[in-house]
Structure formats: C-alpha cells, structure tokens
C-alpha cells in the first residue's frame, strides 16, 4: 500500500541505537504546542515558503515496497554499526497498516526497526506496530489527563492503556518526556510523571528547544488539519 511521509533522514544518531536511517511519516493526532515537527502534522501535502519566496513540497507518498528498498541501501552500515531503522513524524502510528508493512520488508532483510510514538493510537493499531519494533521510544507527554487534553488535544487514557500493554510485552522501550517549562517541568509534575510510569523503567527527560518555530513560519503558522 502506499503511505505519506515527510522526510527521510539518514546517518541519524539520537533514534535510537547505532547508525539509523530515520523516516518521518505524516499526520499527528495531537498538537503539542512545542512540537518540533509541524510540517508532520496534517496528512495533507503541503507547501512550505521560505524567507526568500522559494517554496518547497512537504509530503511524498511511497508504496512501501520502494520505501523499503530506498531504506535498505544502508543496510550494510547499519548492520555494522547495530543501528537500523526508526520511524517516526507526525504519530507514525497515525499510519499503521503502511507502518507494518514496511517493517515487515525490512525486518525479513534482517534490519533493526525502532519507532517514537506518542501511544496516541487505537489499540490494535498500536499493538500491531509495535510488536514488529525492537525498540520503542514512548512519550508520556503529562501526567493529568485535564492538562493533556488541553495542551496537546488528546486522550491520556488511550495512551495509557496502550503503555499498559507495553509495559507487558516484552518488547524493550524507554520512556520519553519532553520536558515543557511551565507545562510539565515542576518537580511535582517530574514526580507524578515517574508515579505514573512505574518502576524499573528507564525514563528520558528530554530538555526544551523551540525547534519548530521557523518551520511553523515557513507553512504560514497553521499547522493543518488534523
Ligand atoms: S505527538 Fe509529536 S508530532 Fe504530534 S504534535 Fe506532539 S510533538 Fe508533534
């Protein structure tokens, strides 16, 4: 089938481990003020406008055999270093079926699949993705229901319910927080955060930089339908 992403980003050395190869996929449900990737936001193609007037296209659709061919031309450098594929966006979750598609093609070639999700996903949509990963990066962006649902739009309990299942499931993950000031960085947020995560759980408290703010400029300030 064929899916939507933005960017494909190769050499890549935060997503997880080794040398990656990271793939962005379009569409979020949410829309985290602090989001460093707007241009992943809408499903839509959209155009972004440079400060000079040049404009590029944002958005590609892939039929996932030939993103999966175009991923695997560094499988060799990846392999070498432990590395792999990450994916992520946007909620690449927000594209499941094309997801596990691709992750199937790649693992059969014997490459690492990671994926950073916001858990913001139906349940067997989730649980199909994820257990085709060998790493997940899990964000658990707050930890009272009432001030997600305000400042990102979404339903802490879907994301909840769906750690819930990964937390039993064996597949090896770590949580990711970024940390929001005024949001989520209190240290009664950070320790009602870690209350609601549980033990034994490697957490990762990611540090704030306004990283999307010229790209959000470069689409005209919208950040598109969701
Ligand atoms: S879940 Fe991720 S991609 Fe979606 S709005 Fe929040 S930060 Fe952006």
Same mark, same amino acid.
Request: aromatic share 8%.
């Given at each position: 089938m064929t899916g939507r &992403?933005?960017?494909i980003?190769e050499?890549?050395?935060?997503d !997880?481990?080794?040398?990656?190869?990271t793939?962005?996929?379009?569409?979020?449900?949410l829309?985290?003020?602090?989001c460093h990737?707007?241009?992943?936001?809408?499903?839509?193609?959209?155009t972004m406008?440079?400060?000079?007037?040049?404009t590029a296209?944002?958005?590609?659709?892939?039929?996932?055999?030939?993103? @999966?061919?175009?991923?695997?031309?560094?499988a060799?450098?990846?392999?070498?270093?432990? !590395?792999?594929v990450t994916f992520?966006?946007?909620?690449? /979750?927000?594209q @499941?079926t094309f997801? %596990?598609?691709?992750?199937? &093609?790649l693992?059969?070639?014997?490459?690492?699949c990671a994926?950073?999700?916001? !858990?913001?996903?139906?349940a067997?949509d989730y649980?199909?993705?994820?257990?085709?990963m060998?790493?997940?990066y899990?964000?658990?962006?707050?930890h009272?229901?009432?001030?997600?649902r305000?400042i990102?739009g979404g339903?802490?309990a879907? #994301?909840?319910?769906?750690? @819930?299942? /990964?937390?039993?499931s064996g597949?090896?993950?770590a949580?990711?927080?970024p %940390? &929001?000031?005024?949001?989520n960085?209190s240290?009664?947020?950070?320790a009602?955060?870690?209350r609601?995560? !549980?033990?034994g759980?490697? #957490?990762?408290?990611?540090?704030?930089?306004?990283g999307g703010?010229?790209k959000?400029?470069?689409?005209?300030?919208r950040q598109?339908p969701?």
């Amino acid at each position: 089938m064929t899916g939507r &992403i933005f960017e494909i980003r190769e050499f890549t050395l935060h997503d !997880g481990p080794g040398i990656r190869t990271t793939v962005f996929l379009k569409g979020c449900p949410l829309r985290c003020p602090w989001c460093h990737n707007p241009e992943g936001l809408s499903s839509e193609i959209q155009t972004m406008t440079r400060a000079d007037g040049s404009t590029a296209v944002c958005g590609e659709d892939w039929e996932s055999g030939a993103l @999966a061919d175009e991923l695997l031309r560094n499988a060799d450098i990846m392999a070498q270093s432990g !590395g792999g594929v990450t994916f992520s966006g946007g909620e690449p /979750l927000a594209q @499941a079926t094309f997801l %596990c598609e691709v992750a199937d &093609i790649l693992r059969a070639a014997g490459v690492s699949c990671a994926i950073e999700t916001s !858990g913001h996903a139906d349940a067997p949509d989730y649980r199909a993705a994820i257990s085709r990963m060998d790493f997940v990066y899990q964000d658990i962006k707050h930890h009272d229901p009432g001030e997600f649902r305000r400042i990102c739009g979404g339903d802490l309990a879907l #994301v909840l319910d769906n750690y @819930a299942w /990964l937390r039993s499931s064996g597949v090896p993950f770590a949580v990711r927080v970024p %940390c &929001i000031p005024g949001v989520n960085d209190s240290p009664a947020d950070r320790a009602a955060l870690l209350r609601l995560v !549980g033990p034994g759980v490697t #957490v990762e408290f990611l540090p704030y930089h306004p990283g999307g703010e010229s790209k959000r400029r470069m689409l005209g300030g919208r950040q598109g339908p969701m």
